[in-house]
């Protein structure tokens, strides 16, 4: 397939997890390009936030594996002092994600290099905050400061410092400079496990830098050819493959919850006052409209339930 002159892979976006140096060191990949395009049509994302938002996006699937149940979710949320705002993104298990930036048009000069600005569109200081609800009484959550704003090093710094887990971790989207479309999108966990010798630490450290180049490889060839390239050699071993996708999973059905939790009087203030009500996900764009007569439906609904409880009890 040909993008503006620019050669791509036209297939299925797709997040590989398995081991190498001998299974001392975790890796978890992924070609994420249609999600990440997807979420920039969404969104109308400007140029930059499309490259900060897919970094967000790329990372927070990746560590979507870490899920064990349908039910368990995965919130990470990137507070900066840039003028992008906060980027949030959340995960159900098997790479399954949506977010957004609060500010999504903001667009800002690329740097002295010729790259999108993603640190300044982010801020360089802030919090990091993942949140991790695995079905338990409580969930997890934990946070670091932001370093850098470059999102990749920000996650480094949260895993060192906040889980105590050394890692590397690689994220890159390009986007075409003219039209904005994404050209490649693509991530890297690299993780050593708790007995991994110190020599093969010291060799995965001559491995890093051609990480770098992960996004520019996925522009001419697949993730699985990029990987055998990458790690040639290393004893790379797949454990699984994962299809990701940008998928939000809001519904009129779900958020009649929503407006339910409001109360009654509220909803009867909306009703006779607002005649209807409108909710919107920013996670997808989609707004959805309750007429006046739903919101009475709803009502005697609540009521309805709360009669039963009363009986039951």
């Known amino acids: 397939m040909l993008l503006n002159g620019n050669s791509m892979i036209d297939s299925l976006d797709i997040l590989i997890r398995g081991l190498i140096f001998d299974k001392s060191v975790n ?17 109308e994302l400007s140029r930059v936030c499309t490259a900060a938002l897919g970094r967000m996006l790329l990372q927070t699937a990746m560590m979507s594996t870490q899920l064990k149940t349908e039910t368990d979710r995965l919130t990470n949320i990137i507070s900066g002092d840039g003028p992008i705002g906060n980027i949030v993104c959340t995960a159900r298990p098997n790479g399954i ?11 800002l000069p690329p740097t002295q290099e010729g790259k999108l600005d993603v640190a300044a569109a982010v801020g360089r ?5 993942v949140i991790r609800d695995m079905s338990l009484r409580e969930p997890y959550m934990g946070k670091s400061d932001i370093v850098s704003g470059e999102i990749a090093e920000d996650f480094t710094n949260y895993y060192f410092f906040s889980e105590q887990q050394p890692n590397a971790i690689y994220l890159g989207v390009r986007v075409d400079t003219q039209s904005g479309e994404v050209l490649a ?3 890297l966990m690299l993780m050593p496990l708790p007995d991994c010798p110190d ?3 010291d060799e995965l450290q001559t491995v890093l830098p051609k990480l770098q ?3 520019k490889m996925l522009e001419e060839m697949s993730l699985e050819s990029a990987l055998a390239e990458l790690f040639d050699g290393l004893g790379f071993l797949e454990l699984e493959r994962l299809e990701p996708k ?32 409108e909710l919107h996900c920013r996670f997808c764009n989609q707004t959805y409209k309750f007429s006046e007569q739903e919101l009475y439906m709803i009502i005697e609904e609540t009521e309805q339930t709360q009669q039963n409880d009363e009986n039951f009890s």
């Open 27 to 43: 890796i978890i990949a992924i070609n994420g390009r249609k999600m990440v395009q997807k979420a920039r049509e969404l969104h």
């Open 97 to 107: 994600v949506k977010g957004y930036v609060v500010n999504p048009q903001v667009e």
């Open 125 to 129: 200081s802030g919090t990091l905050t």
């Open 185 to 187: 999108a693509g991530g």
């Open 199 to 201: 020599y093969v630490l």
């Open 213 to 215: 180049s992960l996004s």
């Open 246 to 277: 940008f998928e939000c999973d809001c519904s009129k059905e779900r958020l009649i919850s929503v407006l339910a939790a409001l109360g009654k009087e509220e909803l009867r203030d909306m009703a006779e006052h607002d005649k209807g009500a």
